[in-house]
T-cell receptor, first 114, second 113 residues
Framework: EPEVTQTPSHQVTQMGQEVILRCVPI?????FYWYRQILGQKVEFLVS????????KSEIFDDQFSVERPDGSNFTLKIRSTKLEDSAMYFC????????????FGPGTRLTVL | GNSVTQMEGPVTLSEEAFLTINCTYT??????LFWYVQYPGEGLQLLLK?????DKGSNKGFEATYRKETTSFHLEKGSVQVSDSAVYFC????????????FGTGTRLTIIP
């Protein structure tokens, strides 16, 4: 069964460093998402991506964040200068098409900023 | 904006007990409703969904009915098992455009033998 994969599973970084979180969505999907979950809190929407551009972003997704689909298979989230409060689990999700509303989630990347 | 209010946890039940986790929502239009489950150390998995009023989603013995009149989507299971121990998230998508998910706070369920 096709699945969304994410790498790395755990990333530790120093405050102020750049990190790139990687995701491989399901191959024929068209919509891509990043969510995050701070420990013990709810899952929050960060950004959605369709047709090679951002379709919506939340207030959390400020200028320090960017997304890219560089090669037609990977979908990356970059945090330019990490802050302590960026420590969270980051989930990638993908969805097949507009009429199919089921999002498939990856296992997540745990980001720890020291 | 859209919001989901979910029953506070944690919830601890004995095996074979009846489970209800309450979920209510606020949304414009006609959202789709979901329950996701997160097992320890894993990502989110779709448990069940309903896309219109009075639809009942069901999977693995869990059920939830889309009640537009009470804006609710309560999760139920008649007889829980130890393997059901997980965190359960109620969520909605508004059906417009990119259809992002709005999640509730999650309810941690622990089943004791």
């Amino acid at each position: 069964e096709p699945e969304v994969t994410q790498t790395p599973s755990h990333q530790v970084t120093q405050m102020g460093q750049e990190v790139i979180l990687r995701c491989v969505p399901i191959s024929n999907h068209l919509y891509f998402y990043w969510y995050r979950q701070i420990l013990g809190q709810k899952v929050e929407f960060l950004v959605s991506f369709y047709n090679n551009e951002i379709s919506e972003k939340s207030e959390i997704f400020d200028d320090q964040f960017s997304v890219e689909r560089p090669d037609g298979s990977n979908f990356t989230l970059k945090i330019r200068s990490t802050k302590l409060e960026d420590s969270a689990m980051y989930f990638c999700a993908s969805k097949g098409g507009r009429g199919n509303n089921e999002q498939f989630f990856g296992p997540g990347t745990r980001l720890t900023v020291l | 904006g859209n919001s989901v209010t979910q029953m506070e946890g944690p919830v601890t039940l004995s095996e074979e007990a009846f489970l209800t986790i309450n979920c209510t929502y606020t949304a414009t239009g006609y959202p789709s409703l979901f329950w996701y489950v997160q097992y320890p150390g894993e990502g989110l998995q779709l448990l069940l969904k309903a896309t219109k009023a009075d639809d009942k989603g069901s999977n693995k013995g869990f059920e939830a009915t889309y009640r537009k009149e009470t804006t609710s989507f309560h999760l139920e299971k008649g007889s829980v098992q130890v393997s059901d121990s997980a965190v359960y998230f109620c969520a909605l998508s508004d059906g417009f455009g990119n259809e992002k998910l709005t999640f509730g706070t999650g309810t941690r369920l622990t089943i004791i033998p």
